[in-house]
């Protein structure tokens, strides 16, 4: 049975750091789409950003970019996204997701109606 498990989200300050983890189980990320999503109350859900695990293209959100890194443990199946430089506009739960399309789901812009496996979603605040 496919699943995904978030980790590594919680509290922390304004210009602090984060790393949210997604573990997969029931198969490899090899071929798929990675991807990290995220909704704030009131709001849309939201793309993050995205990686095709097998050759490493990445679509970044603007809002985001120079603040995430994206990272793979290929021996826990486990993919991280590393968050530094939070404010309180981050303040959402976030979700991983994938997509069997791989580098498909790239090029198509990071689409959350492309993915069809979803975590149950972590919460980060950022608050002072």
């Known amino acids: 049975q496919l699943q995904l498990e978030e980790r590594g989200g919680g509290w922390v300050q304004p210009g602090g750091s984060l790393r949210l983890s997604c573990a997969a189980s029931g198969f490899t990320l090899d071929d798929h789409a990675v991807g990290w999503f995220r909704q704030a109350p009131g709001r849309e859900r939201e793309a993050v950003s995205c990686?095709?695990?097998?050759?490493?293209?990445?679509h970044i959100r603007s809002i985001v970019e120079g603040r995430v890194t994206m990272s793979r443990d290929k021996a826990k199946n486990t993919m991280y996204l590393q968050m530094n430089s939070l404010n309180a506009e981050d303040t959402a739960v976030y979700y991983c997701a994938v997509s069997d399309r791989g580098l498909g789901v790239i090029l198509a812009g990071c689409k959350g109606h492309d993915f069809g496996s979803w975590g149950q979603g972590i919460q980060v605040t950022v608050s002072s």
């Open positions: 990686i095709s695990v097998r050759d490493g293209s990445t």
